[in-house]
Antibody, heavy 127, light 107 residues
Framework: QVQLQQSGPGLVKPSQTLSLTCAISGDSVSSNIVAWNWIRQSPSRGLEWLGRTYYLLSEWYNDYAPSVRGRIMINPDTSENQFSLQLSSVTPEDTAIYYC????????????????WGLGTLVTVSS | DIQMTQSPSSLSASVGDRVTIPCRASQSISSHLTWYQQKPGKAPKLLIYAASTLQRGVPSRFSGSGSGTDFTLTISSLQSEDFATYFCQQSYSTPHTFGGGTKVEIK
């Protein structure tokens, strides 16, 4: 059974960088059949996919949502079997519950889906 | 980006009712549609993927249908533990996008 344990501060000042970590148990960050994602949820924006990192054919890849591209980095840490989110230049609009989630890749017949989620971290952007 | 629309945003129902929750995509997404259930203070939980495939461990009273742009989540006989918010999400292309959710409330 896969478990995702999130950690990181719940309060970040405007213009600073939001940093969260998601520790994985029951799977490997280097697995070829999954992707590791960050998703956030707020009353104003609903559920919003931010981006992902995944390992395929001996290379690491990232995809990011256009809404945060240029401010976001998602990095794997193979030594600790975890991955991280960094979101820079935050504003109060970045206040949300942040989730890490495991995406199971689809096949030629079945599309992929978010199978496992962390518990969520409420991050407030305020001075 | 593909827009996912869920309307109504809430509905009232009683235990034992048959409930249908619609979801519409702004363009065809084939069967690349996933349903999640979320209860207050909890993360979303996977219910159905590929529009109609029930995730292991999810009760059989849940079912999904549709393809292209129009999809439906059906709860055949609503139970007390089913009062929650339900989200659809497209996996056809990135950015993966979610509907705004339909909250099922007690009548």
């Amino acid at each position: 059974q896969v478990q995702l344990q999130q950690s990181g501060p719940g309060l970040v000042k405007p213009s600073q960088t939001l940093s969260l970590t998601c520790a994985i148990s029951g799977d490997s960050v280097s697995s070829n059949i999954v992707a590791w994602n960050w998703i956030r949820q707020s009353p104003s924006r609903g559920l919003e996919w931010l981006g992902r990192t995944y390992y395929l054919l001996s290379e690491w890849y990232n995809d990011y949502a256009p809404s945060v591209r240029g401010r976001i980095m998602i990095n794997p840490d193979t030594s600790e079997n975890q991955f991280s989110l960094q979101l820079s230049s935050v504003t109060p609009e970045d206040t949300a519950i942040y989730y890490c989630a495991r995406w199971v890749h689809g096949t030629t017949v079945t599309p992929g889906y978010f199978q496992d989620w962390g518990l969520g971290t409420l991050v407030t952007v305020s001075s | 980006d593909i827009q996912m629309t869920q309307s109504p945003s809430s509905l009232s129902a009683s235990v034992g009712d048959r409930v249908t929750i619609p979801c519409r995509a702004s363009q065809s997404i084939s069967s690349h549609l996933t349903w999640y259930q979320q209860k207050p203070g909890k993360a979303p939980k996977l219910l159905i993927y590929a529009a109609s495939t029930l995730q292991r461990g999810v009760p059989s009273r849940f079912s999904g249908s549709g393809s292209g742009t129009d999809f439906t989540l059906t709860i055949s006989s609503l139970q007390s533990e089913d009062f929650a918010t339900y989200f659809c999400q497209q996996s056809y292309s990135t950015p993966h996008t979610f509907g705004g959710g339909t909250k099922v409330e007690i009548k």
